[in-house]
Nanobody
């Protein structure tokens, strides 16, 4: 069941920037203060990997090693929205980017611990 909606994907040249957004697909979807919201991505032929996460209560942020210092995750509690600002994009950043919700901040890189997902948005870096 898809409960989140991602947007903002597209084609960008290496070195460029994109901002992805994630909002609930239904008004009844709740992000609790104990939750962590995250972005994952999946490149063709590869497993889905953790990109970035943020705790809803205190805005603590986590990043995958490959995106540190290039990507920034933001949360907007009033709008129930999460964004991912991606700078200095590389060809290896190409993939489908997914937004997801987890009940707490532990084991945040484990996709099996997330209880709500979006359908994903495609990001392509290159010509």
């Amino acid at each position: 069941q898809v409960r989140l909606v991602e947007s903002g994907g597209g084609v960008v040249q290496p070195g460029g920037s994109l901002t992805l957004s994630c909002v609930p697909s239904e008004s009844t979807f709740v992000i609790y203060s104990s939750n962590l919201m995250a972005w994952f991505r999946q490149a063709p032929g590869k497993e889905r990997e953790f990109v970035a996460g943020v705790t809803w209560r205190n805005n603590q942020k986590y990043y995958g090693d490959s995106v540190k210092d290039r990507f920034t995750i933001y949360r907007y509690a009033a709008e129930n929205a999460v964004t991912l600002q991606m700078n200095s994009l590389k060809s290896e950043d190409t993939g489908v980017y997914f937004c997801a919700r987890k009940s707490d901040r532990w084991a945040y890189t484990d996709e099996s611990k997330y209880d709500a997902w979006g359908q994903g948005t495609q990001v392509t870096v290159g010509a």
